[in-house]
């Protein structure tokens, strides 16, 4: 199974027989759809692989940080990262009534009544974790400041912390690691298979590409002035690689995972599709607005308005449901819904 990258294969007619059989439907070649399109995933919310697993602790683990903690309940669980991936792996794993503190990007109906922690969008509040009592909280360095992690861990509070790097390869060890800190490896494994098996079907959506796609992701926030283009690192660039796409901010030479866009560098990327999250589109006006865009409006992407757009709290999650996040991100450039 190759999970950062689905093949691309370019058909071309072949043999010295006149009479060829008509290609298979899994052999059409696929030509990218033309006009705006918003990938929307099959399930908004979660669905546990497990109902209620019982832990078994106490366990000790290694956090990122290279600190030993040791876990000894999980009843009060306070999850929070920039992607909300703590929260939904989770929730898949069963243990969503433990989750009594997240972050705002953990939006999904099942978490709708769990407090949020996040004062401003991804800064930590200190007093509203301690004020909900935590039995254990899992985060990482995607959010901070790392004070208030520090903070809890003098009150005497297990703060695990996991990888903050988000890639489609990366899943399988992120669910199991959050599986054994919490005690329930089992409904990891099971989760890992579920999650897998979605992936790999996923995939296949994106494995006859006639011309593999140029796609630019851009981190739009418009009412705060903030234009990135995404490169290596970004995690749209592993989703686009996903969909048999190439990510135009990689070709270019970016060397972060975000850029400030400028006009000239969309206009030298020359992207054939334009990938954005929705609330971004949103801040900047909309499809016709952001068409209108200097730089963005003299690519290849605008003039077939190719614009897709999902969720934010969607798009980069990189946790259990990534294989419905593939799934809509094909079936919204290729349109074969």
Do not use: K
């Not at 692989?49 to 832990?55: C, F, L």
């Not at 669980?77 to 909300?84: K, N, P």
């Not at 929260?87 to 069963?94: A, C, D, I, P, Q």
């Not at 206009?267 to 949103?282: C, F, K, N, T, Y």
């Amino acid at each position: 199974m190759a999970w950062g990258a689905a093949a691309l294969i370019v058909l071309s007619a072949c043999g010295t027989s006149n009479a060829q059989p008509p290609p298979s439907p899994t052999a059409v070649a696929q030509e990218v759809a033309e006009g705006p399109r918003t990938a929307e995933i099959a399930e908004h919310d979660v669905n546990p692989i497990v109902e209620d697993p019982a832990p078994e602790l106490p366990v000790t683990v290694r956090s990122f940080d290279g600190v030993d903690v040791t876990v000894t309940d999980v009843s009060r669980i306070v999850t929070v990262d920039m992607y909300g991936t703590l929260t939904e792996t989770v929730f898949s794993l069963g243990l969503g009534d433990n989750v009594v503190g997240r972050d705002t990007s953990s939006d999904f109906p099942a978490a709708a009544d769990v407090p949020i922690v996040t004062v401003g969008g991804h800064d930590l509040s200190a007093e509203s974790i301690l004020d909900l009592d935590p039995s254990v909280v899992l985060t990482d360095t995607t959010i901070g400041p790392r004070e208030v992690q520090e903070q809890l861990r003098q009150a005497g509070i297990p703060v695990v912390y996991f990888d903050p790097e988000r890639t489609l390869e990366g899943i399988p060890a992120f669910i199991m690691d959050v599986a054994t800190t919490l005690g329930i490896p089992d409904a990891g494994t099971q989760l890992v298979e579920r999650t897998e098996q979605e992936l790999d079907a996923a995939l296949e959506l994106s494995t006859h590409v006639a011309n593999p796609p140029r796609i630019a992701f851009l981190y739009m926030r418009g009412a705060a002035g903030v234009y990135l283009l995404g490169g290596p690192g970004s995690g749209a660039d592993d989703l686009i690689s996903a969909v048999g796409g190439i990510d135009v901010g990689t070709e270019i030479g970016l060397e972060r995972p975000f850029t400030q866009m400028t006009s000239e560098a969309m206009i030298s990327a020359s992207p054939d599709v334009i990938l954005v999250m929705s609330d971004g589109l949103e801040s900047v006006g909309g499809i016709e607005q952001m068409l209108q865009m200097p730089g963005i409006a003299q690519t290849p992407a605008a003039a077939g308005r190719r614009i897709i757009d999902m969720a934010d709290t969607e798009l980069l999650t990189f946790g259990a449901r990534s294989g419905q996040t593939v799934r809509a991100l094909a079936e919204a450039l290729y349109d074969h819904q």
